[in-house]
Every structure is written in C-alpha cells, then in structure tokens.
C-alpha cells in the first residue's frame, strides 16, 4: 500500500519549470508519508518540445511531468522501488495497491520479449502498459491506483480498480495561467491518493464545493465522482483517465469507465448471462435445497480462492474477526488452506454495551480455529482520545460513524502486522443489510394512499433507546423511505438527511434537483433490467436489483471502502478483501436473487442465505466445536459496526456538537438558524433526538475545524 500524487506543467524556462515542480511534487508526497512511511521518491521527467503548428505556437513550450511515491514495503521489501522505469525510461509508473496475478503477467510479459529488473508487481504495470496500452487495466487482478507517464507517446494516464477500493484524486485546472507572470510555469493536471496533497500547493487549494455538500448532507458522505473541494474529481471506481497535454484544452482529458457492476435481478430457474454461472442443477426451481448447495460450495471455492491470492506477501497478515457471519468464514477458509499448525492472529473491537458488542463471539470462534486473538474495547475514553485524530486524516466530511472504531482496529492490527484480511463487500453482494429486508414491504405499503401518514403515526408510539439500532429508528428510517420512488429508497434509508429535511435547513440546496442528478448518474449504465421507469414500484426482482446497483455502485466505493482505506492508511496498514474479488463479484451478481435472499411470509426476510449455507458446509468439513459454533452463526442476527451514537452526542459530544452547530452557516451560508437550533435541542431529549442528522453536522464541523487549524481558510464557493 502506498500514496502517490503528480503533476504536469508547461512552461518556457526549463529550469524554473523543474525547481518548481520538484518542491511541488515533494510536498504532496511528503503529507502522504502516513500512507507509505517506508520509503519516498519524486522523479521528474520532460517531454520534448513537439512541433509548433500554425494556430497554437504555444505548444512549442516544453511539458514537465513530476511522479512521487511514498512506499509502504510489502512484495519485493528490499527492492521494487518507485517510480519505476522502462529499460531506456520512456515509460514511468507510480502504483498503490496490489497485483494478485502479477507472476502470471510477468511470466506472459517475459515470453512476449521484455525485462525485468525487479521481483515486484509494479514493474508488471510498466510493460503491461508498453505491450497492452488501455488494455493492461482490464488485465489486472487486484486492488489498484496508478498512474504511467509515457513519454514516447506523449501521454499521462491513470486508473484504478473495478470497485474503487484504492482512490485516486485529480484536479484539471482551466486554461487561463494561475500566475499573471509569463515566466511562471502552468499547472495542467495533479492527481494524488488523498485531497490533503493539493492543498500543499497554493495554486491548487479550492473553495468547498457545494453540491458536494448537499451530497454529503444526503448521503453521510462525498458521492463520486465528486470531492468537498471544488476543481478536484475523485476517479469513480472500474475507471482511467488519459491526458493529452498538447490537445486543445476540451479534448486533452479522457474520462471513461472500463467496468461496473450489472445485475440480472433473474428468479431461481431463469438462465445466466454471466461467464461465471453456477452449475446446471443450480437452475432447477425444483430441487431448491440442491441448488443452494451446489451455489454455496462453488462461493466457497470462489471465495477460497480470493482468500489464498491475497496471502501474498513478504511481511507479516493477520485477519479482522467481527464474530459474524463474513469474518467467520474468511477465518475459517484461512485455517482450511493455512493448516490447524499455522500461525493466525485474528483482530477484534469490543464495546461495553451488549447491544453493540461482538467481541465475545468473535473470541468463541477464535478459540475454535486455534487462532492468536487480540481484542480491545472502544469506550468513551477511547472515543475522545481517537476522534481528533480520525477527524484529521479524512480530509472530506465523513459521517460513517463506524470509521473510529475501524480506526482503533487497525492501530491495533498494526503492531503485530503490515497486512489485515477484512470482510468488506459481503452485504453488498449478498443483500446483508436492513434495507434489503424493507424492499418487499415498502413496495406494498407505498400503494396504500393513507399508508405512510399511518405508519408515521405508529411510529411515534414506540419507544426510544440508545441501543445498537432500536426498533423506533429502524421504522422511522423506513416510513421516510417511502415518500420517495423506489430506486431512491435505500439511499434514504442508509442517509442522513431526507431531500425534504436537506432542503428545509439549508434552502439554498436545492436538494431534490441533486437527487435527481444523482440518481441519473447512478443509473445511467444499470442495464436492461432498468429499462422500465425505475420511478415506479416495480416487482420485487426490479427492486431488489435496483438496491444491489446502489450498495455495490454508490455505498461500497463511496462509504466503505473510502472508510477502510482512511482508517488503515492513517496506521499505515495494508487491508485486503476477498469478497471483492473481480470473479466473485461478477458470479455473485448472476446469481438467482433468492441465493441472495430469502423472502419469506410472516417475516421480512434473511439476507445471504448462499454464504449461510457455504459456513455450515465449511464448518462441516471440520471437527467440533467449529461446526457446532457455526450453526449460531448462521442463525444469529446481524448486528452492524456501530458505536452508541445517541448517547455520546448527548453525553462528551455535545459541547463539540454545539460548536459544530455555531460554524454551520460558514460553511452554509442561508442556513436556517431557527430550524438549526431547534434540531441541536432536539439532543437532549432521547425520544426526538436525530442521530443520524446530528452525527453529520458534527463531522462536517470538525472537518471544518481541523483545516481552519491548519491555516487553510475553506469557503464555500459560490
């Protein structure tokens, strides 16, 4: 895991050109340093000048590209350093990430007449790029952001991977010069892992963006291919970019996506249009205990053989260990291909109330498979002590909670090892999460004229607690959900504030115009299911495919995998996936919804029946007391990576929630004070208070905070 950033300039004098580019390209790397504290390096590279035509003579001024690298050590330790060359340093690469199938492509590369002077993966990149071109992205396995400048064919390009679990920033300034002087270089594109990079520079600090702030307001987080600071883009996940410096300033930059998710939203007994399909006896509707069982041995075979690719490594792995349902199977798969006698140090987060707390239960399953556990509770100390720290590494406005005890996780992890297995993507894939389970009995309400005012009337009669996700929030979650059309309900549900809300306290936001934008991006390339208004409330096969195309395109890439690689990157710890594997993904899309999810009468349903079935037939292929444990497992309610929201705003929180809500109109300027402080009241009381709401507009202070702190004067643009 690393951090890189770079830049590309124009200028007439050579040597100013490369003075400033050399200290520019070293300060954006240098506040990267937490991503890679091992080793760091900036090369700067220069582009002949190319022939002058007719109408531009201004191309004729010679263009200097920077590359810098902070390098976190962990394939080929001693070598592999960055940036790397070509042979004659034509071509330059500066990755983060890892290749999984790199041995294969150096193996093919060699037989195709190139060199290698390194062990690494990421030399793999520089003549894949020589002998593929675009193509090389299409064959990586892995998690990636990289960037190559070609200086043959006079390009930059960049991309990352298919889920977008490794970021990559980039900001393409106007035409006109940033300096009135004529002698100053011009700056024509940055890129770097992190925002915090480009506000190193002073010609590239920006303004925060507004519709990235009604985005986070919605959604608790920046929704891509948006970031908080007007100018600079984050490049959506399955994307690359290619730069032309010499190209009239509409045409110089590329943008396109080289893959996304798709889903069928297909029945049982429905045929596959996935490479990637389960066995014929999979797609017989009369043998449903069958099928499931021949699905669930091919996910563990899928999911075991993404579980062994990411053991490559030359410093120490260990594995995060919720005790649910994920976790405990990548442990289990581990110790299945490790063996009972290897070495295993498993990681978990604990809590003192029992509504949040899983550690127990994830010390059961760690006694089972013989691991070395280590477990540490997060408390309000802890809280306190972390939040600060946390805030200040985010760089964006970030209200997933769940970000400071991940954090805590892996500082932990990170004095025993380098590289942490996680469990990411699995309710993604397999329809894990609570919205899921709304999907069928929001379709049936949202045709009663009179449901929704007397669902909310209900509503107002349950009680209020501050547990782990209490009965009152989950239903008025739900009855807010169903003012809005179906494909736009799961991110109501998972959000903050409703368009509605959004728009009352802040009435410049014009919150329902973004979330039609929004939802148009989204959707754009969903599919042939979609073809049909997605406004309407479709079968449950359209809405079920419609909430898998917003976790897995929107939620994922945006929310989670931006919190794992925030909160491991700030203790310079490596954090893979396998549920994100490329094949996996590609099959578990294809398959039958009711693999995914098991719709039943009474009940709103279960999600992941296909990864329950593969744990029990994992736990079955050992001996007790893990095949006894896994039962629990299965059967046990999903319980989130939560901490107690609710409590902690009204209890060491409020004073800093207080101050977040006094520096709001900064940052939104027409907010609605009245309205703003009947919500910040609304904290005292358990039975009105708003957590979600109120968790957002302290992180948005804090983040406000931290970079006024810091010197850096962020207003909101225009």
């Given at each position: 895991?690393?951090?890189?950033?770079?830049l590309l300039?124009?200028?007439?004098?050579?040597?100013?050109?490369?003075?400033?580019?050399?200290?520019?390209?070293?300060?954006?790397?240098?506040?990267?340093?937490?991503?890679?504290?091992?080793?760091?390096?900036?090369?700067?590279?220069?582009l002949?000048?190319?022939?002058?035509?007719?109408?531009?003579?201004?191309?004729?001024?010679?263009?200097?590209?920077?590359?810098?690298?902070?390098?976190?050590?962990?394939?080929?330790?001693?070598?592999?350093?960055?940036?790397?060359?070509?042979e004659?340093?034509?071509?330059?690469?500066?990755?983060?990430?890892?290749?999984?199938?790199?041995?294969?492509?150096?193996?093919?590369?060699?037989?195709?007449?190139?060199?290698?002077?390194?062990?690494?993966?990421?030399?793999v990149?520089?003549?894949?790029?020589?002998?593929?071109?675009?193509?090389?992205?299409?064959?990586?396995?892995?998690?990636?952001?990289?960037?190559?400048?070609?200086?043959?064919?006079?390009?930059?390009?960049?991309?990352?991977?298919?889920?977008g679990?490794?970021?990559?920033y980039?900001?393409k300034p106007?035409?006109?010069?940033?300096?009135?002087?004529?002698?100053?270089?011009?700056?024509?594109?940055?890129?770097?892992?992190?925002?915090?990079?480009?506000?190193?520079?002073?010609?590239?600090?920006?303004?925060?963006?507004s519709?990235a702030?009604?985005?986070?307001?919605?959604?608790?987080?920046?929704?891509?291919?948006?970031?908080?600071f007007?100018g600079?883009?984050?490049?959506?996940?399955?994307?690359?970019?290619?730069?032309?410096?010499?190209a009239d300033?509409?045409?110089?930059?590329?943008?396109?996506?080289?893959?996304?998710p798709?889903?069928?939203?297909?029945?049982?007994?429905?045929?596959?249009?996935?490479?990637?399909?389960?066995?014929a006896?999979?797609?017989?509707?009369?043998?449903?205990?069958?099928?499931?069982?021949?699905?669930?041995?091919?996910?563990?075979?899928?999911?075991?053989?993404?579980?062994?690719k990411?053991l490559?490594?030359?410093?120490?792995?260990?594995?995060f260990?919720?005790?649910g349902l994920?976790?405990?199977?990548?442990?289990?798969?581990?110790?299945?291909?490790l063996?009972?006698?290897?070495?295993?140090?498993?990681?978990?987060?604990?809590f003192?109330?029992?509504?949040?707390?899983?550690?127990?239960?994830?010390?059961q399953?760690?006694d089972?498979?013989?691991?070395?556990?280590?477990?540490q509770?997060?408390?309000?100390?802890?809280?306190?002590?972390?939040?600060?720290?946390?805030?200040?590494?985010?760089?964006?406005?970030f209200?997933?909670?769940?970000?400071?005890?991940?954090?805590?996780?892996?500082r932990?992890?990170?004095?025993?090892?380098?590289?942490?297995?996680g469990?990411?993507?699995?309710?993604?894939?397999?329809?894990?999460?609570?919205?899921?389970?709304?999907?069928?009995?929001?379709?049936?309400?949202?045709?009663?004229?009179?449901?929704?005012?007397?669902?909310?009337?209900?509503?107002?009669?349950?009680?209020?607690?501050?547990?782990?996700?209490?009965?009152g929030?989950?239903?008025?979650?739900?009855?807010?959900?169903?003012?809005?059309?179906?494909?736009?309900?799961?991110?109501?549900?998972?959000g903050?504030?409703?368009?509605?809300?959004?728009?009352?306290?802040?009435?410049?936001?014009?919150?329902?115009?973004?979330?039609?934008h929004?939802?148009?991006?989204?959707?754009?390339?969903h599919?042939d299911?979609?073809?049909?208004?997605?406004?309407?409330n479709?079968?449950?096969h359209?809405?079920?495919?419609?909430?898998?195309?917003?976790?897995?395109?929107?939620?994922?890439?945006d929310d989670?995998?931006?919190k794992?690689?925030?909160?491991?990157?700030?203790?310079?710890?490596?954090?893979r996936?396998?549920?994100?594997?490329r094949?996996?993904?590609?099959?578990a899309?294809?398959?039958?919804?009711?693999?995914?999810?098991?719709?039943?009468?009474?009940?709103?349903?279960?999600g992941?029946?296909?990864?329950?079935?593969?744990l029990?037939?994992?736990?079955?292929?050992?001996?007790?007391p893990?095949?006894?444990?896994?039962?629990?497992?299965?059967?046990r309610?999903?319980?989130?990576?939560?901490?107690?929201?609710?409590?902690?705003?009204?209890?060491p929180?409020?004073e800093?929630?207080?101050?977040?809500?006094?520096?709001?109109?900064?940052?939104?300027?027409?907010t609605?004070?009245?309205?703003?402080?009947?919500?910040?009241?609304?904290?005292?009381?358990?039975a009105?208070?708003?957590?979600?709401?109120?968790?957002?507009?302290?992180?948005?202070?804090?983040?406000?905070?931290?970079?006024?702190?810091?010197?850096?004067?962020?207003?909101?643009?225009?």
């Amino acid at each position: 895991m690393c951090g890189i950033a770079g830049l590309l300039i124009r200028g007439a004098d050579r040597e100013k050109s490369r003075t400033w580019i050399d200290r520019s390209a070293r300060a954006m790397v240098t506040s990267l340093h937490h991503r890679g504290p091992d080793a760091g390096a900036v090369e700067v590279l220069e582009l002949p000048a190319a022939i002058p035509t007719c109408d531009d003579a201004s191309v004729v001024e010679p263009t200097t590209i920077a590359l810098g690298h902070r390098r976190l050590s962990i394939i080929d330790v001693a070598g592999s350093a960055q940036p790397c060359f070509n042979e004659d340093r034509t071509v330059a690469v500066t990755f983060n990430g890892e290749l999984y199938n790199y041995r294969t492509l150096r193996q093919e590369l060699i037989g195709a007449g190139h060199q290698f002077s390194t062990n690494g993966d990421t030399e793999v990149l520089v003549h894949g790029w020589e002998e593929w071109g675009r193509e090389l992205v299409q064959r990586l396995d892995g998690m990636f952001a990289f960037a190559v400048a070609d200086l043959s064919r006079r390009r930059l390009f960049a991309a990352v991977d298919p889920l977008g679990q490794k970021p990559l920033y980039y900001m393409k300034p106007g035409p006109a010069p940033l300096n009135a002087a004529a002698s100053r270089p011009r700056l024509q594109f940055a890129f770097a892992s992190e925002p915090r990079a480009f506000l190193t520079i002073d010609e590239l600090r920006g303004s925060a963006s507004s519709e990235a702030l009604v985005g986070y307001l919605l959604h608790d987080y920046i929704p891509s291919p948006h970031s908080i600071f007007e100018g600079i883009k984050r490049l959506a996940p399955g994307s690359y970019l290619e730069l032309n410096p010499e190209a009239d300033s509409s045409q110089a930059l590329l943008v396109e996506r080289y893959w996304q998710p798709s889903f069928t939203g297909r029945s049982l007994g429905q045929p596959m249009s996935t490479a990637h399909s389960p066995s014929a006896n999979c797609e017989r509707p009369g043998r449903p205990e069958k099928a499931l069982d021949q699905a669930a041995e091919e996910f563990l075979e899928l999911l075991g053989d993404a579980v062994e690719k990411r053991l490559m490594s030359d410093v120490p792995l260990g594995i995060f260990l919720s005790g649910g349902l994920d976790s405990s199977l990548l442990v289990g798969l581990l110790r299945e291909r490790l063996g009972k006698d290897a070495d295993l140090d498993t990681f978990s987060i604990g809590f003192a109330d029992a509504s949040f707390d899983e550690s127990d239960q994830a010390q059961q399953t760690a006694d089972a498979l013989g691991t070395r556990h280590h477990r540490q509770q997060f408390d309000q100390t802890e809280l306190l002590a972390v939040l600060p720290h946390v805030a200040a590494h985010l760089d964006e406005p970030f209200a997933d909670p769940s970000v400071l005890p991940f954090s805590v996780l892996c500082r932990m992890a990170r004095r025993k090892v380098t590289v942490a297995l996680g469990g990411d993507g699995g309710d993604e894939l397999f329809a894990g999460y609570d919205p899921f389970r709304a999907v069928g009995a929001a379709q049936r309400l949202a045709f009663l004229p009179r449901g929704i005012s007397a669902l909310a009337g209900l509503i107002r009669l349950l009680p209020s607690t501050d547990g782990n996700m209490p009965l009152g929030f989950k239903a008025e979650r739900f009855a807010r959900g169903l003012r809005y059309p179906a494909k736009l309900r799961p991110a109501v549900w998972m959000g903050a504030f409703s368009p509605i809300e959004l728009e009352r306290l802040w009435p410049e936001a014009k919150a329902q115009d973004f979330t039609k934008h929004y939802a148009s991006e989204l959707w754009a390339h969903h599919g042939d299911e979609t073809a049909a208004d997605p406004n309407s409330n479709t079968d449950w096969h359209r809405a079920m495919s419609l909430a898998l195309g917003f976790f897995q395109r929107r939620y994922l890439p945006d929310d989670i995998l931006v919190k794992v690689d925030r909160a491991s990157m700030m203790h310079s710890l490596e954090v893979r996936s396998p549920f994100l594997d490329r094949q996996l993904v590609e099959w578990a899309n294809g398959l039958p919804l009711e693999f995914k999810f098991q719709r039943q009468f009474l009940r709103l349903g279960t999600g992941k029946p296909v990864a329950r079935r593969g744990l029990q037939l994992l736990a079955a292929r050992a001996k007790r007391p893990w095949t006894a444990l896994a039962g629990d497992i299965v059967n046990r309610p999903k319980k989130g990576f939560g901490i107690p929201v609710r409590r902690w705003l009204r209890g060491p929180l409020a004073e800093r929630l207080n101050a977040a809500g006094r520096s709001l109109p900064e940052i939104l300027p027409g907010t609605d004070t009245q309205r703003l402080r009947s919500l910040l009241a609304q904290n005292n009381t358990r039975a009105t208070g708003q957590p979600k709401e109120l968790w957002s507009l302290l992180m948005l202070g804090l983040w406000l905070r931290q970079w006024r702190e810091q010197g850096v004067d962020i207003a909101r643009s225009a």
